[in-house]
């Protein structure tokens, strides 16, 4: 139901632009989301972001990160600029429908290393 894409391996500093892309009307959820996990750690949120516009971050990507949606294409995407070896990590999105039920993707490497 989501899919997510657009991980890849960048040097510190580099950017990347991450995208999950819904099977149906992201309409139909009330929040969207981008978690990450590294090796070892749990999984923490990095980013959300509405049905009505309203943006969350992580302490950690503020400044750095921007989380979007287009409606049209059913999308949710992640800028990550700025990018430190600290970010690295396997990236998932998620979405919330107004019912409760949650959705993941399968998850997108990102690698930030020189």
């Known amino acids: 139901q989501l899919q997510a894409s657009g991980g890849g391996l960048v040097q510190p500093g580099g950017s990347l632009r991450l995208s999950c892309a819904a099977s149906?009307?992201?309409?139909?959820?009330?929040?969207m989301g981008w978690y990450r996990q590294a090796p070892g750690k749990q999984r923490e949120l990095v980013a959300s972001?509405?049905?009505?516009?309203?943006?969350n971050y992580a302490d950690s990507v503020k400044g750095r990160f921007t989380i979007s949606r287009d409606n049209a294409e059913n999308t949710v995407y992640l800028q990550m600029n700025s990018l430190k070896t600290e970010d690295t990590a396997v990236y998932y999105c998620?979405?919330?429908?107004?019912?409760?039920?949650?959705?993941w993707g399968q998850g997108t490497q990102v690698t930030v290393s020189s």
């Open positions: 149906r009307s992201i309409f139909s959820f009330s929040y």
């Open positions: 998620t979405a919330w429908d107004y019912a409760g039920t949650g959705s």
């Open positions: 972001i509405t049905s009505g516009g309203r943006t």
